[in-house]
């Protein structure tokens, strides 16, 4: 079958790609954005990527075309497909009907950490000898690829709240019917498709609904929105993390390090395994103790997901350590939404102390997000950088509100128009023992690498300097 994928180089549909072409389909597409990493996977996995959506990529025509939801009316392609009554379907739609439907569907969902805990749970069940299949949107340091295909029973995928097409505005994870599945948190957010909380968790019930009987749904038992969504009617086995009062399923974990580098899993008030790996923040001790629970349910012991952990090398730009140049590090994460902005500079911070350095944490953020672009978060912005020492901003283009207004009281801020001026600016005022992180859901220009380089650079003209 031939599949052509409109919209191909987004991290879902990327993925997607690859796993059709795994499969032994014939698989083209095209996209406006093409560049790394998921243009060199696309590369890599042999699969032809058009430059934009005109209209003759679908002459002659494919047997179905796979429409990602950055897509709308009046794109050229979008509407010679409907002219011309050409078979097409949404991603998640094909993933649920040729993909997912033979298999035990591991789902992680919820509004942040769903690709550190995807990938978290996918490197347990390896370790753990089940060679899973998994999709995440992201790239698993543990894994060459976002996406894989294995003739294992086990799929694990990153289960997006986000709509599913333009003719389909359910959350994409109604397709997948999961038997495990894994919520890890629930707020507002997605302001461009969502009204309120409440319509998210709509979308979140919908998911409930679709677990089986004999499935398992771990979740915190804290988290007020998740617990309306279960209030509202469950029909599976409920393993709470953190439990409000002691219940026979209850699991917690608690750190051994003020990092959270190590820390300890307890089971009904029992120690069920101890974790030491590389990973930091309260966040991501969470994330792990939902991966440890999501593979208890499949037979990987505590013990031996602990055994895992200590082998995790963590997401391609989740505090992803880009380099280390005269004692400054640059590091690249994806959060972008005020919460996981202050779980990772919590975390950051956190680890400075532990290790003891001496330097300050400087916070790069570009708000790009549609959410932000809003507005929905700009009055918790400022608490979400309290733990950085400096922030930098760069002012994205289509904001509708005034980032330096929304930003005027925080101590030690600078606002920007322009990247090159941000990065020149950085260049200027960091210092060896400095740890630079870079925050945004976009590419951010390639400043990570660009600043690297200049200031490798630049320690090299000072030492020439020096030596003369």
């Not at 089940?130 to 976002?146: A, R």
């Not at 008030?269 to 593979?295: D, F, K, P, R």
């Amino acid at each position: 079958m031939h599949l052509h994928i409109l919209g191909i180089c987004g991290t879902f549909m990327g993925s997607l790609a690859q796993l059709a072409k795994a499969q032994g389909h014939k698989v083209t597409g095209s996209d406006q954005g093409i560049y790394p990493p998921m243009s060199d996977q696309l590369e890599q996995a042999g699969i032809k990527v058009i430059a934009g959506f005109d209209a003759a990529q679908l002459d002659p025509a494919p047997d179905c075309v796979i429409i990602g939801n950055a897509m709308s009316r009046g794109n050229p392609a979008v509407e010679y497909v409907l002219d011309r009554g050409l078979p097409y379907m949404s991603g998640p739609d094909w993933m649920g009907k040729y993909l997912l439907a033979d298999k035990w569907v591991m789902a992680v969902a919820g509004t942040h950490g769903k690709t550190t805990t995807s990938s978290m749970l996918a490197w347990l069940l390896e370790f753990g000898g089940m060679n899973p299949s998994y999709l995440i949107g992201g790239v698993p340091e543990n894994f060459s690829t976002s996406a894989r295909l294995t003739d294992s029973n086990f799929f694990i995928i990153e289960a997006d709240e986000y709509d599913t097409a333009f003719f389909d505005k359910r959350s994409k994870f109604v397709h997948y019917h999961p038997r495990t599945l894994v919520m890890n948190n629930l707020e507002f957010d997605h302001a461009d498709i969502f009204d309120d909380l409440a319509a998210i968790e709509r979308q979140f019930h919908h998911l409930v609904r679709t677990v089986p009987s004999t499935g398992q749904i771990i979740y915190p038992g804290d988290n007020e929105a998740l617990q309306r969504v279960i209030t509202q009617g469950c029909w599976s086995e409920q393993v709470l993390i953190n439990p409000v009062a002691d219940g026979a399923n209850g699991w917690t974990a608690k750190a051994v390090l003020a990092d959270f580098s190590q820390f300890n899993v307890y089971h009904q008030g029992q120690l069920a395994c101890e974790v030491t790996w590389s990973l930091n923040g309260e966040h991501n001790m969470y994330n792990a103790l939902a991966a440890i629970i999501a593979a208890r349910h499949v037979g990987i012991e505590p013990k031996t997901a602990a055994e895992a952990l200590a082998q995790f090398q963590s997401v391609k730009r989740r505090m992803e350590l880009v380099g280390e140049i005269e004692g400054i590090r640059i590091y690249d994460d994806f959060a972008h939404h005020p919460t996981a902005i202050k779980l990772t500079l919590t975390g950051a911070k956190a680890g400075q102390k532990v290790q003891q350095r001496e330097g300050r944490l400087i916070a790069v953020l570009e708000p790009r997000s549609n959410t932000m672009k809003l507005g929905e978060h700009k009055a918790k912005l400022a608490a979400s950088v309290e733990d950085a020492d400096h922030t930098y901003w760069l002012e994205p283009e289509g904001l509708s509100w005034s980032l330096i207004e929304a930003v005027s009281n925080m101590k030690s801020q600078q606002v920007f128009n322009t990247v090159e001026a941000l990065e020149q600016q950085l260049l200027i005022d960091i210092q060896a023992g400095d740890d630079v992180v870079m925050m945004s859901n976009g590419s951010f220009s390639g400043i990570h690498r660009s600043l690297l380089g200049k200031l490798q650079k630049k320690a090299s003209t000072a030492k020439e300097s020096e030596s003369a």
